[in-house]
């Protein structure tokens, strides 16, 4: 009934940009956090950056002053732009989003599928 899409990912030099989106669809009646976590390979999932209804944000500090992130809310959408981008930003990066919805009207945490960015040196 929610599902997350995500868009943008791709291969990309070392010190470019790109901007990934993900957008909420389904019976959604109210999205408080949404956020990005990225995988890389033989790590755990990781936290990348964080925004709250409100607008608040949080970074790892591995991305900040290179990452941004922000939201539409009537959208449903959180965007991730990322520049400067170093080949140790690669990872499956996946969008997740705190939503109440669905028929029974419960909070829950949604995850997006997971797009690849790929950043060459």
């Known amino acids: 009934q929610v599902q997350l899409v995500e868009s943008g990912g791709g291969l990309v030099q070392a010190g470019g940009s790109l901007r990934l989106s993900c957008a909420a669809s389904?019976?959604?009646?109210?999205?408080?956090?949404m956020g990005w976590y990225r995988q890389m390979t033989g790590k755990q999932r990781e936290l990348v950056a964080t925004?709250?209804?409100?607008?608040?944000?949080n970074y790892a500090d591995s991305v900040k002053g290179r990452f941004t992130i922000s939201r539409d809310n009537a959208k449903n959408t959180v965007y991730l732009q990322m520049n400067n981008l170093k080949p140790e930003d690669t990872a499956v990066y996946y969008c997740?989003?705190?939503?109440?919805?669905?028929?029974?009207?419960?909070?829950?945490?949604?995850w997006g599928q997971g797009t690849q960015v790929t950043v060459s040196s």
């Open positions: 997740n989003a705190r939503i109440l919805g669905g028929t029974d009207y419960f909070t829950r945490v949604y």
């Open positions: 925004i709250s209804s409100g607008g608040g944000t």
């Open positions: 389904g019976r959604i009646f109210s999205t408080n956090s």
